[in-house]
C-alpha cells in the first residue's frame, strides 16, 4: 500500500480546512490545484489499497487500521478506527474517483462565481465527510461521516445563500435528514444494548440465530427486525426514500456539479450502503427486510411517475435518482445485496454523466433549465449530446449499457428470492413486477427528456440560442471519462447466463468480490435470467418507442391531445402530487402554529418578563427601597435601626420549637409530652387544646399533659407555647387518633 488509511479521508479534509481558512488569499488556479489534488491523491491511495492492499486479506476481513482511542466509559470502548473491505473499498473508488471528475469539471463550471475557494471547500468537505462514512469500523465513527455528510449538503445545496429560495432548500434538506438521523440513532442504541458493542464487525459476528439480536423485544419481533426497521428511517432520510424522498428534489437549488456529487457518489447513496454494510441483522429479519423492499419498489414508482411531467432539467435527474435508489433499495431488501451494490456502482457513472450534462446544457443556455424551451441542442453541443445519449440508454436499461445488466440483476432477485420465507414470499414476485412497471416509466421519462433537450428546432429566444456553445475541455473531459464508465462498468457485473455462453461458469466478477462483505449472492436459473433480460429490453425500448411517440423532434400531437384530455392529472403530476403542500398542511403549518405560541407564552412570557424581566424589577425595587432608605435623614436611620431591632429581638425571644413532640394513647387517655431543653428554665408556659374549641383544656409550666376523650375519632391537638418575658409564642398542631 501506498499509505495508511486514515489518508484516504484525511486528504479531501486538509484541502477542505485549508481552503476555508486561507482559500481567498490564492488565486484560482492555486485553489483548484489544492482541491483537485487531494482528492485525486486519495483516489490513487484508494485504489492502492482496492487492487494490492486489499486482495490477500479480503476473506479476513480486509484491512484494518486503529487511528487512536477514541473514547472509554464503563463498558464502553470506541475507536477511531478504519477498515476497508470489499463493500467499503469498492465505495471509496465510487466516491474519490467519481469526486474527482466532478472537481475537474467545476473548474469550467464555477469560473465565474465570486466564492470560488469556498465552493471547492465544500466539495472536499463532502467527500473526506463520506469517506469517513464508508471506511468506519464501527457505528460512532461511521455516524461522524454521516453527519459529516448532512452538512456538506446543507452548505453545498444553499451555496447560492442570497436567494431565499436555495437558503430553504439547504435548510429542508437539513431538517428532513435530521428525522432520518434519530433513526439512525435508535437502531445504533438497541444494537448496543443486545450486543455490549459499536464495533460492526462485532455487531455482524453477533449476528447468529441465539444471540441476544434475535431476543423478541416489541410485539414480538426480534431485536434486528427493530433495529433494521430504525436504520432503515435513517437510510430513507440520506437515500430520499418515501416519506422523506422531498428534500432530494429540492437539493437542485445548489449548484450543477453538487447536484452531481450528491447524487451519483456521496450521500444518496449513504443509505443503500448502510444496509449492505449491516447485512447480516436483517438477514436475521426478513420482515425488516420486506419493509425495506416495499419501501424501494413504491418509491421507484411514484418517483418515475412525478417524472412523467417535469419541465426543469434537474428536477427529472432528481426524480430519476429517487427512482433508482429505489431499485437499489429492492436489491438490498430482497437479500441481493450484491444486486444492489452492483446498480449503486452503476449509477453513480451513468447518473453523474446525466447530471453533468445538464450543467453543460444550462451552461450553454445562459443558466435556463427548462426544457420546453430548448430543443434542437444536438447539433450544437455534440459532445453533451453523445455522452447523454450513453447515459441515457444505460439508465433507460438497453442492452450492453451498464444500467441494462444492474437492473436485471436487481429483478432478478426479486422474482427468485426466497429470503422471506413463506409467510412473506409474495413479496419479491410484488416488487419485480412494481419495479418492472418503474422501468417503463424511467425510459419513458428519460426519452422525453432526450428528445425535448437535443432533437427538432430550438425554442429558445434569438439572444439565448446565440449564445449556445460546448462546453470547454474541463467540463468535457469528464463528461467523456463518465460516458466510458456508464457503457463498460457493467461488464463487471456479467450474469451467470451470459457468462455460461462464454464457457464460464459461476457468479459475476463484482458478486464473487462483494460476498466476503455482503454475503453469497443469490442463486438465479440461467432460464429466469433469459426471461428477465428479455421482458427488461422489451420495456426499455417500448419506454423509448413512446417516448418518441410523444416528444420525438418536440412536443407531438400525442402529448398535447394527452394534455388536453387529462389536463388535472397532468397539473397534479407536475405538482408532484402536491405531497409537499399535504406535508405543510398537516406538519409544517401545524408546528409553526405551535413553535408562536410557545414563543409568545414561553419566550416572552415566561423568559423574558418572569425569569429575566422579574429579576430586573426585583433588582429595581430593591434599589428604590434603598434609596428610600438612604436619604441623609437621621431621624429616617434610627427608625429603620429600631425597627429591625425590634425584628431580630422578637425572632430571638421566640421560643424554640421542641426537639420532639410524643404523643401515647391508651384506650380514650391521650398524653402528649414535649421534649424540651427550655422547659427547664421556667420561662415557657405551655397550653394545650385537646378538643379544638379555641380554650386550653390544660395550660402550666410543664410540657406534658393528659386528657380523656369520649370516644374514637380523630382529634386535633394545638399546642402553644409561650415565653413569659417576651410574651412571644409558638403554635403546633398533632393528629391524634383515639381507638375503640
Avoid at 426499455?540 to 423532434?553: K, M, Q, V, W
Wanted: aromatic share 12%; proline share 4%.
Amino acid at each position: 500500500m501506498l499509505s495508511h488509511l486514515y489518508m484516504i479521508p484525511l486528504l479531501p479534509l486538509l484541502g477542505a480546512a485549508y481552503l476555508i481558512l486561507a482559500g481567498r488569499r490564492h488565486s484560482r488556479s492555486v485553489v483548484q490545484a489544492i482541491a483537485i489534488l487531494t482528492v485525486f491523491a486519495s483516489c490513487v491511495i484508494s485504489l492502492d489499497a482496492f487492487f494490492f492492499g486489499l486482495p490477500p486479506v479480503v476473506h479476513a476481513g480486509g484491512i484494518s487500521e486503529l487511528v487512536y482511542a477514541w473514547f472509554s466509559g464503563g463498558s464502553v470502548n470506541v475507536d477511531l478506527s478504519l477498515r476497508m473491505d470489499a463493500l467499503s473499498g469498492l465505495m471509496c473508488l465510487v466516491v474519490t474517483f467519481i469526486g474527482t471528475l466532478i472537481h475537474v469539471y467545476s473548474v469550467g463550471y464555477m469560473a465565474h462565481d465570486e466564492d470560488y475557494a469556498r465552493f471547492f471547500a465544500y466539495l472536499n468537505l463532502f467527500c473526506g465527510a463520506m469517506l469517513i462514512l464508508v471506511l468506519g469500523d464501527s457505528l460512532p465513527v461511521a455516524f461522524i461521516g454521516w453527519e459529516g455528510v448532512g452538512l456538506a449538503s446543507y452548505l453545498l445545496i444553499g451555496f447560492w445563500y442570497k436567494e431565499q429560495a436555495n437558503a430553504s432548500a439547504g435548510k429542508k434538506a437539513f431538517i428532513v435528514n435530521r428525522i432520518g438521523d434519530f433513526g439512525f440513532l435508535i437502531g445504533m442504541f438497541l444494537l448496543f444494548r443486545a450486543t455490549g458493542t459499536l464495533d460492526i464487525p462485532a455487531i455482524l459476528g453477533s449476528a447468529h440465530p441465539g444471540s441476544g439480536l434475535a431476543a423478541p423485544l416489541w410485539l414480538g419481533q426480534p431485536v434486528a427486525f427493530w433495529a433494521g426497521v430504525f436504520l432503515f428511517l435513517g437510510a430513507a432520510g440520506k437515500s430520499a426514500q418515501i416519506p422523506l424522498y422531498v428534500w432530494l428534489p429540492d437539493a437542485m437549488a445548489g449548484p450543477t456539479p453538487v447536484s452531481a456529487l450528491i447524487h451519483a457518489a456521496t450521500m444518496v447513496t449513504a443509505g443503500v450502503y448502510l444496509v449492505a454494510r449491516m447485512s447480516a441483522i436483517y438477514m436475521l429479519a426478513p420482515a425488516a427486510l420486506a419493509i425495506v423492499a416495499v419501501v424501494g419498489a413504491f418509491t421507484a414508482l411514484f418517483a418515475a411517475l412525478i417524472g412523467f411531467a417535469q419541465n426543469d432539467f434537474k428536477k427529472v435527474l432528481a426524480y430519476s435518482t429517487v427512482s433508482q435508489l429505489g431499485f437499489m433499495f429492492v436489491g438490498v431488501g430482497t437479500g441481493n445485496f450484491a444486486g444492489g451494490i452492483f446498480h449503486l456502482f452503476t449509477h453513480a457513472f451513468f447518473k453523474a454523466g446525466l447530471f453533468l450534462c445538464a450543467g453543460s446544457v444550462m451552461h450553454a443556455m445562459s443558466g435556463s433549465g427548462d426544457i420546453t424551451k430548448m430543443g434542437g441542442l444536438a447539433k450544437r453541443l455534440p459532445w453533451t449530446t453523445r455522452v447523454f445519449q450513453i447515459c441515457w440508454l444505460a439508465i433507460c436499461g438497453v442492452p450492453i449499457f451498464s444500467g441494462f445488466f444492474s437492473k436485471d440483476a436487481i429483478l432478478d432477485g426479486a422474482f427468485a428470492t426466497e429470503v422471506y420465507g413463506h409467510g412473506l414470499g409474495w413479496v419479491g414476485p410484488l416488487v419485480g413486477a412494481i419495479l418492472l412497471v418503474a422501468a417503463l416509466g424511467t425510459a419513458f421519462y428519460m426519452s422525453r427528456l432526450y428528445f425535448l433537450v437535443f432533437s427538432g428546432a430550438c425554442r429558445a429566444d434569438e439572444q439565448t440560442q446565440h449564445h449556445i456553445h460546448e462546453s470547454p475541455i474541463s467540463m468535457v473531459f469528464p463528461l467523456v471519462v463518465l460516458a466510458a464508465g456508464a457503457l463498460l462498468a457493467g461488464f463487471a457485473g456479467i450474469p451467470p447466463a451470459i457468462r455460461a455462453l462464454f464457457g464460464k461458469h459461476g457468479e459475476s466478477t463484482l458478486a464473487v468480490w462483494l460476498a466476503p462483505a455482503v454475503g453469497a449472492p443469490l442463486e438465479v436459473a440461467h432460464r429466469s435470467e433469459w426471461m428477465t433480460m428479455g421482458f427488461s429490453t422489451v420495456i426499455a425500448l417500448a419506454g423509448i418507442g413512446l417516448g418518441y411517440l410523444f416528444f420525438g423532434g418536440g412536443y407531438r400531437a400525442p402529448a398535447h391531445a394527452f394534455a388536453r384530455k387529462v389536463p388535472r392529472l397532468v397539473s397534479l403530476v407536475r405538482d408532484k402530487f402536491r405531497i409537499d403542500e399535504l406535508y405543510g398542511a398537516i406538519i409544517v403549518r401545524p408546528l409553526q402554529i405551535l413553535c408562536r405560541y410557545l414563543f409568545l407564552i414561553v419566550d416572552r412570557v415566561l423568559i423574558d418578563k418572569i425569569l429575566i424581566g422579574g429579576w430586573a424589577f426585583a433588582a429595581d425595587l430593591g434599589g428604590r427601597i434603598c434609596r428610600f432608605l438612604q436619604a441623609g435623614d437621621v431621624q429616617r436611620y434610627l427608625a429603620a435601626f429600631v425597627i429591625g431591632l425590634a425584628v431580630l429581638v422578637w425572632f430571638a425571644a421566640r421560643p424554640a420549637a421542641p426537639q420532639e413532640v410524643q404523643v401515647a394513647v391508651e384506650g380514650h387517655v391521650a398524653r402528649v409530652t414535649l421534649v424540651d431543653p427550655e422547659a427547664a428554665s421556667g420561662n415557657l408556659k405551655y397550653s394545650f387544646d385537646f378538643d379544638g374549641d379555641g380554650t386550653p383544656d390544660r395550660e402550666g409550666t410543664s410540657p406534658t399533659a393528659l386528657w380523656l376523650y369520649g370516644g374514637p375519632a380523630r382529634y386535633t391537638v394545638d399546642i402553644t407555647i409561650e415565653d413569659i418575658r417576651w410574651h412571644t409564642r409558638r403554635t403546633l398542631k398533632r393528629e391524634i387518633e383515639v381507638g375503640p
